[in-house]
């Protein structure tokens, strides 16, 4: 490897390590809000959520459709789409 090769690796490597070092702080989380985050929050507690069209949906009326309606099981290997070609 000639010297320009190395030189740019090492200031590549260097200048990609002082950035993590930087920015690092920021994308972690303090001890509080890691232990927050560990804590399950009842479903009375949370806020609505704006689920656009449909407007503000509580969480326990989410809790109440999901029980009313579970998604479809399915057994074994999905059934196959059949694909159609078609023009314009």
Do not use: H
Not at 20 to 26: E, R
Not at 30 to 44: D, I, V, Y
Request: aromatic content about 10%; proline content about 7%; hydrophobic content about 45%.
């Amino acid at each position: 490897m000639d010297r320009s090769s190395i030189l740019f690796c090492s200031v590549s490597l260097a200048v990609s390590i002082l950035i993590a070092v930087l920015f690092f702080p920021m994308a972690t989380l303090s001890w509080g809000e890691l232990e927050t985050s560990r804590q399950a929050t009842p479903a009375e507690e949370m806020p609505d959520l704006e689920l656009g069209e449909f407007g503000n949906v509580s969480v326990l009326e989410l809790v109440d459709y999901y029980i009313e309606n579970p998604p479809v099981a399915t057994s074994g290997d999905a059934p196959t789409r059949k694909v159609r070609f078609q023009g314009c």
